[in-house]
């Protein structure tokens, strides 16, 4: 009796210890995807209030919480409180990243790290998350007319996509140096010939959404140079994009950089200025919501010399297979527009998990041993707190399927030459109407879920 009330007292501090960054009863025999389950159904089927509605206090801390209610505003039209949720994530990253630096060793040693789950830790957003934070920060200033402030946040998107792959790459070398410490060895391929693959191969690792947006705003405020090379930019991510290569072509053209234009015109075809009278519309259409994580665990029985052993669960989060969602094509003044892939969304969450995935099975692999520990000090010898042991582990270990579920599963675009004047835009069984002069450019945005859809434009002048 006396060992199993160390053994709970044991696993009592070490919560305490972990209740500095997310401890609730949701994150210690729960997971993310499970406890978001209603906002994601709710989006998914496009009704937008009920999301809002299903928005909890808090679940992942004040980062990953804003970025969902900042997303889910945004699309139940709430801009400013969209606006208010998305400057809060960024200012709880701005307190993180003041504070000193804490390694990977000092984390992962921890007890009460390792004693529960990683869900308890606090949440870091991927360099894609926070590409779509400034992102999103970006297009509401371009609602509120206000371009400068936007393309400060451009910029923040850029340095943050350029900062995230070194910091990564030095991540993994401390985990690994860590565990080898500890008298471990690396051994990630043995559990990951076991864990669900989502069955292809990973290349998604830049933006060209992001990168569009960039040069279009940067177009908009004539600051060519800029433009170009974020055309470029997209146009090696997404060499098919019509859109990327109207627009490369155009300010080419318009730097005079003719031995440009002619490489890109002996691939593309001859470049077609804006016919006289006619005006471009450019829309970027957000589909659907990105997929969600879901666990997988994997049981490893672990004894000592003595016969006594414990049953430990790996929890480790993947993505099903899945294949984007279908949608009616968007009809412009009565015509069908074939969307062009931007960006696949789901593919550049599932590269991140898959550069992740190393440096959490190290993670798990310490967590275990250091519970075989903190078992065999306290419980080694009584059958009753093994049995308990057995099942806090069991309900404890629970995968890391935190991320930002509220974004699209896809984004596409379409550039379209029309007659000046008054502009009907039909998307499913919603109406927008709009109108655009003769010789300038309006950006449309719209986001699509289930059988709903929010949409907004606005003049970009004389591109």
């Known amino acids: ?3 199993t009330i160390r053994l709970i007292s044991c696993t009592t501090i070490s919560l305490l210890l972990a209740a500095c960054a997310n401890f609730s009863a949701g994150n210690l025999f729960s997971h993310y995807s499970a406890q978001n389950q209603a906002v994601y159904q709710a989006l998914k089927s496009g009704d937008y209030r009920a999301a809002e509605e299903a928005l909890p206090d808090e679940i992942a801390g004040d980062i990953l919480d804003n970025f969902e209610k900042g997303r ?11 606006f208010v949720a998305f400057e809060a994530s960024d200012a709880a990253i701005k307190r993180e990243q003041d504070k000193a630096t804490i390694s990977i060793s000092d984390s992962a040693t921890s007890i009460g790290a390792l004693a529960v789950n990683d869900n308890l830790n606090l949440y870091q957003p991927a360099d894609y998350e926070l590409g779509f934070l400034h992102l999103y920060l970006s297009l509401n200033y371009v609602q509120q007319n206000k371009l400068d402030d936007a393309l400060v946040e451009i910029r923040r998107a850029n340095q943050v996509q350029e900062r995230a792959r070194a910091e990564r790459e030095k991540e993994l070398e401390e985990a690994q140096s860590e565990m080898k410490a500890q008298g471990l060895t690396p051994n990630i391929g043995s559990i990951l010939s076991k864990y669900p693959d989502a069955g292809k191969k990973l290349q998604a690792v830049q933006n060209a959404y992001l990168m569009y947006l960039s040069a279009l705003l940067y177009e908009a405020d004539n600051s060519l140079n ?14 098919d994009n019509r859109s990327l290569i109207d627009s490369a072509m155009r300010v080419a053209k318009r730097l005079g950089m003719s031995e440009d234009l002619r490489l890109l015109e002996s691939r ?6 804006l016919s006289a009278n006619k005006a471009r519309v450019i829309i970027l259409q957000e589909q659907d919501v990105v997929e969600a994580m879901q666990g997988w665990k994997l049981s490893l029985p672990l004894y000592d010399s003595r016969g006594n052993g414990a049953l430990y669960s790996l929890a480790l989060p993947y993505y099903p297979s899945t294949r984007l969602a279908s949608y009616v ?40 041993v250091a519970k075989d520990q903190i078992r065999r000090e306290t419980a080694s010898q009584d059958d009753v707190g093994n049995l308990l042991f057995n099942v806090w582990n ?8 935190r991320s930002w579920q509220t974004l699209p599963a896809a984004v596409y675009s379409n550039t379209v ?6 502009q009907r835009l039909n998307v499913g069984g919603q109406s927008y109407q709009f109108t655009v002069s003769a010789g300038n450019t309006v950006l449309v945005w719209l986001s699509r879920q289930g059988t709903n859809a929010t949409m907004w434009h606005k003049q970009l002048g004389r591109l």
């Open 394 to 401: 069991t309900l404890t270990e629970q995968p890391d399927t």
């Open 329 to 368: 094509p968007i009809r412009l003044n009565g015509q069908g527009i074939a969307a062009e892939m931007l960006t696949n969304v789901n593919t550049m969450a599932e590269q991140n998990l898959s550069e992740r995935m190393p440096n959490m099975v190290i993670r798990q692999a310490l967590r275990v």
């Open 417 to 422: 030459e029309v007659d000046a004047g008054e």
């Open 1 to 3: 009796m006396k060992i």
């Open 268 to 273: 593309y075809g001859k470049w077609r200025p």
């Open 226 to 239: 800029d433009a170009y090379v974020d055309y470029r930019r997209a146009l090696a991510v997404m060499p």
């Open 72 to 82: 889910v505003y945004l699309l139940n039209q709430d801009n400013q409180q969209s």
